[in-house]
């Protein structure tokens, strides 16, 4: 056999038409694959649109309202709020200020006095004297310890 | 219209070009993958993959040429890695294509002579194998086939030859 005779048999199967039932499985297969890709791909869409609508319209309901006024928290421990200020039993009185800076009502600062109670001995231990004034309303109590 | 212009309308919902290119273009692809192959069952699932890959990429295209040497290059590689995992020659299948009408003896003689070829195609190492159908069944050019195999266009034109040479003794060793 010639190498002409083989290139002409070639050519014949270059002609020779395909199977129809070939063709008909590959078209079926790859419409089926694809349609389940597409189905796939709208599937993902329709999942990342149910996150992303609830989260964009909280988003858009928060900068619509502005800033946001901060409240303080409760501790976690359960120990009580404290909504006085506290001042220390020794701390001296902060200087008034000279000027006005707004004009909210100023703050009471109440001095608390802790008074601790004394034994019976710590008592009669204790010294007294007595200084009498010449004017009968005024007596001066000197009490050591 | 072109194919490559019609290839920009795969990514949207739009299938109906997609499905044209399938119709347009399967002929070539499952011809030149049974070639390759030697079966039809192979060479169907050689399509598959071609077209799932060609819709999954979208992939556009500068011209029908380049659209063409792409179609042509996916299904040579999906047909190397078949031979490659077999490892084994492809098994020809005995039934061949309906042929042209003939006399009945000349036309079964024909169909006698190409079943021989087919078988002796099989026995051809994979990439000359590849090489013969893109070039003389396909009808691609050399710069073609080239490529479509990733190769130099010397190459092509020895494996080509060499191909041939080895047919036409295989087929004259049948003959006698």
Redesign the interface.
């Known amino acids: 056999m010639t190498e002409d005779k083989i290139r002409e048999l070639f050519r014949e199967m270059r002609d020779e038409p395909i199977p129809g039932a070939s063709r008909a499985r590959v078209r079926m297969a790859v419409a089926e694959r694809t349609q389940s890709w597409r189905e796939r791909i709208r599937r993902r869409w329709k999942l990342a649109a149910m996150i992303l609508v609830p989260v964009c319209a909280a988003l858009v309901v928060l900068v619509a309202r502005g800033p946001v006024r901060t409240t303080p928290g409760t501790p976690a421990s359960g120990t009580p709020v404290v909504t006085q200020p506290m001042i220390a039993e020794n701390a001296e009185p902060a200087a008034p200020p000279q000027t006005p800076v707004n004009s909210s009502p100023p703050v009471v600062r109440v001095k608390r006095r802790i008074v601790k109670p004394r034994s019976a001995d710590t008592a009669e231990a204790a010294a007294l004297i007595r200084i009498e004034t010449p004017d009968p309303n005024i007596v001066i109590l000197l009490i050591g310890g | 219209m072109q194919d490559a212009a019609l290839m920009l309308e795969i990514p949207c ?1 739009v ?1 109906d070009s ?2 044209r290119i ?2 347009e273009r ?2 070539r692809v ?2 030149a993958a ?2 390759i192959l030697g079966n ?1 069952a192979d ?2 699932d050689v ?2 993959e071609v ?2 890959r060609l ?2 990429h979208g992939l556009s295209f500068a011209n029908d040429a380049a659209f063409g040497a792409w179609l042509y290059r996916v299904t040579v590689n999906l047909c190397l890695d078949r031979t490659r995992v077999r490892s084994a020659r492809p098994s020809v299948e005995i039934t061949e ?4 009408e003939q006399s009945a003896e000349a036309s079964l003689i ?1 169909e006698q ?2 079943t021989q ?1 087919m078988a002796a195609l099989a026995t051809l190492p994979p990439r000359e194998r590849a090489a ?1 159908v893109l070039r ?4 691609l050019s050399t710069r073609d086939v080239a490529e479509a195999m990733g190769s130099a266009e010397v190459t092509v034109r020895s494996q080509v030859a060499k191909a ?2 080895r ?2 003794g295989l ?2 060793r049948e ?1 006698r």
Do not use: N
Request: negative net charge.
């Open positions: 919902e299938s997609f499905d399938v119709q399967e002929t499952l011809r049974y070639r039809w060479a169907e399509a598959q077209f799932l819709h999954r294509l309906p042929s042209v024909r002579e190409k070829l013969v003389e069944i396909e009808g041939i040479g047919l036409r087929m004259t003959a």
